[in-house]
């Protein structure tokens, strides 16, 4: 399968984290949604840091946990900006709504003008875009591995 659909990587360094961020963060487009999921310490934020080197966008990429979403500038005219939101603190209610969440943060960029990447937000932003990238993160048991998988989805799609 061509790395553009989707694909499996092992990440044995942060370094091997950062690149296959960047590597995937090339092929992102504005309105483009890209979902990171794993556990606590998987990666994920250091993915989306590989993501924003890709996208040349402003600021420093850290976990918007308290902060629900960050927005990253983009250094280049008329390219996006990318969007960092963190899902982890709704996950404890029930029926939560991402797009009034990102509404009332009053963002000064337009959904439709950015790339979303979305920290623990499998099952609740697939509907922001027709198409999502799907990133799963997994560590391996008692080492610093991961194992990244990626998969390019469709709405509607349930595989």
Do not use: C, N
Not at 39 to 47: D, E
Not at 73 to 84: D, F, L, N, Q, S
């Amino acid at each position: 399968m061509a790395e553009k659909d989707g694909g499996t990587a092992t990440l044995e360094h942060v370094e091997d984290t950062i690149a296959l961020g960047s590597r995937l963060g090339e092929q992102l487009r504005a309105g483009d949604v890209v979902v990171l999921t794993g556990p606590l310490g998987a990666g994920k934020t250091v993915l989306a840091k590989g993501i924003a080197a890709a996208m040349d966008v402003d600021g420093p990429v850290t976990s918007p946990s308290y902060v629900l979403a960050r927005v990253h500038p983009p250094r280049r005219p008329g390219a996006p900006a990318m969007i960092h939101v963190d899902m982890y603190r709704l996950l404890d209610h029930d029926g939560a709504d991402l797009l009034g969440e990102l509404d009332s943060l009053d963002l000064d960029t337009d959904l439709d003008d950015a790339v979303v990447v979305v920290e623990w937000g499998e099952g609740l932003v697939e509907r922001l875009a027709e198409r999502h990238l799907d990133i799963r993160l997994e560590r391996v048991s008692h080492s610093d591995v991961r194992i990244a998988t990626w998969q390019w989805a469709f709405s509607g799609d349930r595989s």
